[in-house]
């Protein structure tokens, strides 16, 4: 995600053959016969439909849990820029927890980690279903027990996430890597629509009262529970360990992975560092209400869920060096349209809404191209050390950069009177890096990778 998006991970295994599932230098003949057959085509097709029909719930939790709404709850309990930054950063920080849990895959199966972790997530979550009552303590306190709440929620999430994309690989063929998940992206995207529709009215009668809105998302999270319970998968039990080290230093001497992550962790950091902060800026220092900042919302997941299965095509059928571009050069653009926001009129509201709306759209399409780079470097026998990698790299560089933001916000902004100069100064400072997030991922043409799910992993 993310959510946005998604996490996404990435790194090679060390024998090109079909068979061989584990990151292993000098793989043995008993490595080699230890890899589980191919789903068949009918439990693939399962698989499929058990993801697609179960993610619309999944992902409502997560992202009530994790985006927009917690930022706009810390907002209205007085939280620093600092806190809201270093909120922003407990998703992808604590992707660190997926390498332990790699380690479990070798010895546990992939789908009882996955609800272990729902679990886990679940009850992590449950103090902010008693936010009324909270209220009643010292708003020092009661910050500090959110903050908990979502940090404890985002690393239970991260530890059943280990798991979700090596299981999605076994089941898509890889020429059609873009439209699957244009698919299954537009099927949660419109759940949040439908979400939000419902907590932007709740909130316009009753501003403030965010309890009932995550209890509404925690029944999301339980019912998904119920339906990953099925899920097929093929299995990475070996006798083989799993040498992360020797993942970690095979990133160290390609090159061609190193461009690849360059690209997305710049992308990835400049979003997750750059969109709390817009709705800080509406919040605080333009005066937005919370029912305002919910159009937004709904504005952001109606642009992914209007773009996303276009996208998948597109990236199918052109590759995904052309999107990169496209995409990073017009999210760019957008940026700048921020710097002229700078009173509550319904003008300026109709601009965030098309910013938000944008922006959703332009990311997705972003997403979508890097999932499908990644799953085509990805074994299909052995994905999990491809895929967890490489989002451990990814969001440990991303989960520092909305707690530098807030930092650096929280030192700028007491220092002056123009708090919205300072504002439009990091939104221009962002364009910036972000026309240039495409730079390293040029070589990712479609020939490229096709040849590289020719000739095995990067």
Known sequence: MSKLRSPQSHSPTESHSESTPVLNMNPSQTQLEAASPPLDPATRARGRLLAI??????????????????????????????????????????QVLQLPTLRAIARVRKRTILLLGQVA???????????????????????LIVLASFALVAAGLNVGNTVWFPMLRSYVESDRIGRFFGTIRSSWHLALMIYFVAAQQWLSYNPGDFAPLFAAAWLCGVLRLALIARMPERSERTRAKIRVREAFARVRKDSKLQRYLIGITLCASIRASTLPFVIVMMRREIGFDDSQIMLTTLAYYGGGLASLYLWGRIADRIGSAPVFRVTALGMAGLLLLLTGIDSNSPENLALLLFFFFAFAALTAGFGLADTQVLFQLSPPEAPARTLVISGVITNGVRAL???AVGIFLDQTLGATENRLGVYHGFFLTMAMLQSLSFLPLRGFTRGSNRESIETGPL
């Open 53 to 94: 029909t179960s993610h619309p719930a999944g992902m409502t939790f997560w992202q009530v849990y994790t985006e927009h709404l917690p930022t706009l709850l810390l907002v209205t309990l007085g939280a620093s820029e600092f806190q809201i930054g270093l909120q922003g950063a407990f998703l992808p920080g604590l």
């Open 401 to 403: 950069a909305p707690i």
């Open 121 to 143: 997530a679940l009850i992590a979550a449950l103090p902010l279903l008693f936010l009324d009552p909270l209220l009643s303590l010292e708003q020092a306190g009661v910050r």
